[in-house]
């Protein structure tokens, strides 16, 4: 009798232990930064209310990353029900001029902003296409965020798309003509600082001619 008296009192209390810790583990506040793009009710909702004794949180942070405006999401905890969540949205790095409407993206072609300004350069002469912030814009243009990751420190301000081809404007007023086939966004930069390096000043630089550059 007594064995059995001692059974249930250890299994009291350990299960009131256990509901001790759970409750104390529970996480109560949720702190949010960063988030400027990104709905902080929708982060909140992906949470819920985590316990800390079995959540993992790294599995939480790549649930919250998997929205459109978000590059990555760190959480850290502060004491047992407190944790901080901090979000580093996509940036922009162009400005997408689509008949008048001026739309900022991000390197991986996600739509950030509609009719604000950045100081980036600006692709111009793109055919419409239905867009909304959150949404990529279409494939084909994926290659003109790649030349401009690679030639935005030589100065580029402008990419113009035309029916005779791509032409690059450079903050020192030079055009770059690259044709209507583009080589790769490397090449065409490798090709830019070969001229640049010469030391001449050039108004107009002809790269349309595969392996061939002409500089005027």
């Known amino acids: 009798m007594r064995r059995h008296s001692r059974y249930l009192l250890y299994l009291f209390l350990t299960l009131s232990g256990f509901a001790l810790l759970t409750k104390i583990f529970t996480v109560k506040q949720v702190n949010i930064t960063g988030n400027v793009l990104t709905n902080e009710g929708h982060i909140r909702r992906i949470i819920v209310q985590p316990n800390l004794l079995w959540t993992d949180l790294n599995q939480l942070a790549q649930k919250i990353a998997k929205d459109n405006f978000i590059d990555i999401v760190t959480i850290s905890v502060k004491g047992p029900s407190t944790i901080n969540v901090k979000v580093d949205e996509l940036k922009p790095i162009v400005n997408l001029d689509l008949n008048g409407a001026l739309l900022q993206i991000a390197a991986n072609g996600t739509i950030l902003t ?37 030639v935005k420190e030589l100065g580029l301000t402008e990419i113009i798309l035309s029916t005779t081809g791509t032409t690059l404007k450079l903050g020192n007023k030079c055009e770059v003509f690259l044709g209507q086939e583009l080589e790769d966004p490397q090449i065409i930069r490798q090709k830019l600082k070969e001229i640049t390096m010469r030391g001449q000043e050039h108004k107009y630089i002809d790269l349309s001619q595969k392996g061939y550059a002409r500089g005027l």
């Not at 912030?133 to 290659?143: A, T, V």
């Open 114 to 150: 509609v009719g604000d300004t950045i100081e980036a350069p600006t692709i111009r002469g793109v055919e419409i296409f239905p867009f909304l912030p959150g949404n990529r814009i279409p494939r084909e243009y994926i290659l003109y965020l790649q030349l401009v990751e690679a």
